[in-house]
């Protein structure tokens, strides 16, 4: 609709400056230019959206932001993911010492981490400690906001928190994210005196991507185990990516479209999934499209056991759902399968596939997601599965927000949250 209002303006401008009405047809080629902005970076709010002022804020400065990308992606300079991590992923250089929270970067067997502690931590006092995975679809890091939120973490409870600045695509592909966050994790593990960690009150922590990394660490505590070494009692898995099997879910049909009032749609999430797997290996909007229809299934992996896995009858009756069911596709593109599969369905890049076996022998697990996401139904399907194995699983969904919010600290919603996790860890560490 707002093209066509931008081409007929236009049209109508262009046409005033041919009959000698000049002035008048800059000014309404003017005039029709921020309208059509004003159309563009306008999102509507459904009902069930908590603070919708705060988030038509950030969701205008999302979308302003991707005209600029996409402004760039023309000069054909750089990846995509290149040029928006560039631009609009901050540092933590800017942020304002905090005198409560003392932080040191530094490099843990050729990975840089920065260590978070309370400022007074002195003598031989031992605290909980906890590795961090951050989110940014394993392509982008927002570590200027990272930074605030693990300082307000550690002045709600008394921790230490080792924060993983693992390597991004696409410049390093999967599994390159899995390898440094393990190096770190088993690093942590062995060295406990080092960060003045307890041992025995340990846990791993993520949000989306970090989310499925912290699955990732577990699966390998599991399966590569060392006995003497102390395990991790809790994890926290918030809003987290755990399976590219689906992308026909109903939170994958809701929010699929950029004008979905989410920072996370389900365009954006697959092209995510695709540089992570692939790096700089070129994809159009065709393949993209042909995954969000399931068209990598083939017979084989339709007949599996997999799709068991993410059965919609686990979801909760209230959540909300596609106004349309759209039918299940049964075509399949050969090519496509061969292209994504091996990497998709890896338990690696999809730990919600790992086994039974391993995964019964999850820690304590805390899931938290959010409605308004495209993966929203991935949490489900964790708490699901885990549950049935007999892993001990408080899920907590926000109904009102979006995917990302923990990281933005003009949320109310935000602090809320993370209070809510830092009781968790009192609990349970």
Request: hydrophobic share 40%; proline share 6%; net charge neutral.
């Amino acid at each position: 609709m707002g093209a066509v209002v931008f081409g007929s303006g236009i049209v109508i401008a262009l046409s005033l400056v041919g009959t000698g009405y000049t002035s008048v047809g800059i000014l309404s080629m003017v005039a029709v230019a921020l309208v059509s902005l004003a159309d563009y970076l306008y999102v509507p709010m459904p009902a069930i959206a908590d603070e919708k002022v705060q988030r038509q804020k950030i969701l205008a400065k999302l979308r302003l932001g991707n005209l600029w990308i996409w402004l760039q992606t023309l000069m054909g300079r750089e990846h995509i993911m290149q040029i928006a991590r560039r631009n609009f992923h901050p540092e933590a250089t800017k942020n304002p010492p905090d005198p409560e929270v003392m932080t040191e970067d530094m490099e843990l067997d050729g990975v840089t981490v920065r260590i978070y502690q309370p400022a007074d931590l002195q003598g031989e006092e031992k605290l909980p400690g906890v590795v961090y995975f951050h989110g940014g679809g394993f392509c982008w890091e927002s570590f200027g906001l990272y930074d605030i939120m693990i300082k307000t973490m550690l002045k709600l409870k008394r921790m230490v928190v080792v924060y993983v600045r693992y390597r991004l695509a696409p410049e390093f592909p999967f599994p390159a994210a899995v390898d440094d966050c393990f190096t770190v994790t088993r690093y942590v593990q062995k060295n406990t005196k080092q960060f003045k960690m307890d041992p025995q009150r340990l846990a791993l922590m993520g949000d989306s991507a970090g989310g499925n990394l912290t699955m990732n660490m577990l699966i390998r505590m599991i399966t590569e185990a060392v006995p003497d070494l102390p395990k991790f009692k809790v994890q926290i898995a918030i809003y987290p990516y755990i399976q590219a099997l689906d992308f026909k879910t109903p939170s994958y049909q809701i929010y699929d479209n950029n004008k979905t009032p989410t920072l996370l749609n389900a365009d954006l999430m697959i092209k995510f999934l695709v540089t992570y797997a692939l790096g700089f290996a070129t994809f159009d909007e065709s393949e993209i499209r042909k995954l969000l229809e399931n068209k990598h299934w083939t017979t084989e992996l339709r007949n599996s056991n997999l799709p068991k896995l993410v059965h919609n009858d686990v979801l909760p009756e209230n959540l909300e759902r596609p106004n349309i069911k759209m039918p299940v596709s049964k075509s399949i593109d050969s090519s496509l399968a061969r292209k994504f599969n091996d990497i998709f369905l890896d338990p690696r890049f999809s730990p919600l596939l790992a086994d039974d076996e391993i995964l019964g022998k999850m820690p304590k697990t805390y899931v938290m997601s959010t409605e308004l996401d495209c993966i929203r139904d991935d949490a489900f399907f964790l708490t699901d599965r885990l549950r049935k194995l007999g892993v001990d699983v408080t899920h907590r969904h926000w109904g009102g927000m979006d995917h990302a919010f923990l990281v933005f600290s003009t949320y109310e919603s935000s602090l809320k949250a993370l209070q809510e996790i830092t009781n968790y860890l009192n609990d349970n560490l």
